[in-house]
C-alpha cells in the first residue's frame, strides 16, 4: 500500500513545482520578444522596464532558459493602454481618486503545443489621491502595476491558471 502511494505522488506531481508552473519537461526555453509601446502615454523607458521583469520572472521562477531566438515558448507584444483616469466622483464633481491603468497585449506560442496559444490583453491599476500629480506618483505606482501583470502573464502562460 505504501509502495502504491509513493508511486502515485511521485508520478502525479512531475508537472508541478513549488513554485507554481506546471510547463511540460519537455519545453526547455522562452524566447521574450521586445514589447513595444504602443499608445501616446507614459515614461518613454516603460516597455524595457516591463521586458526586464518579465524576463527576470521567468528566469527566477522556471527553469527554463531564457534565448533571444526560436524558443519553445514565446511571448510578445505591446502595452497598449497608459491611461490616467479619475474613479470615485465627490459631490463638487471632482475626482476623489485618480487612478493609473497600464494595459498589455500579449501573444502566447508554445511551440510544444499549439493549443496553449493565445493572444489577450491584460491590465492593472493603481489609485492615488485626487491632490496629487501623476508625477509625484509614477516611480512608485508604476513597478507595482507592472509586478502584477507579469504575475497573470505568468499564470496564465507558465501556471496554467
Same mark, same amino acid.
Given at each position: ?52 521583469? #518579465? ?5 527566477? @521562477?522556471?527553469? *527554463?532558459? /531564457?534565448? $533571444?531566438?526560436?524558443? !519553445?515558448?514565446? #511571448? ?5 493602454? @497608459?491611461?490616467? *483616469?479619475? /474613479?470615485? $466622483?465627490?459631490?463638487? !464633481? ?68
Amino acid at each position: 500500500m505504501l509502495l502504491l502511494f509513493f508511486c502515485l505522488t511521485t508520478t502525479g506531481c512531475r508537472l508541478y513545482s513549488f513554485t507554481g508552473s506546471t510547463l511540460s519537461p519537455d519545453v526547455k526555453s522562452i524566447t521574450i520578444n521586445n514589447f513595444t509601446l504602443a499608445t501616446a502615454g507614459g515614461p518613454a523607458n516603460l516597455p524595457l522596464t516591463f521586458n526586464e521583469r #518579465l524576463r527576470e520572472y521567468y528566469q527566477r @521562477y522556471t527553469n *527554463l532558459k /531564457v534565448v $533571444p531566438s526560436n524558443g !519553445d515558448l514565446v #511571448l510578445e507584444g505591446s502595452i497598449t493602454g @497608459y491611461d490616467l *483616469l479619475a /474613479v470615485a $466622483p465627490t459631490a463638487q !464633481d471632482q475626482a476623489g481618486v485618480n487612478r493609473l491603468q497600464i494595459t498589455v497585449l500579449v501573444r502566447f506560442y508554445n511551440n510544444k503545443d499549439e493549443s496553449k496559444n493565445f493572444e489577450q490583453s491584460f491590465s492593472f491599476y493603481q489609485d492615488f489621491p485626487q491632490n496629487q500629480t501623476l508625477s509625484q506618483n509614477e516611480s512608485r505606482l508604476i513597478p507595482r502595476i507592472l509586478d502584477q501583470i507579469v504575475l497573470d502573464i505568468f499564470n496564465k502562460t507558465a501556471a496554467d491558471w
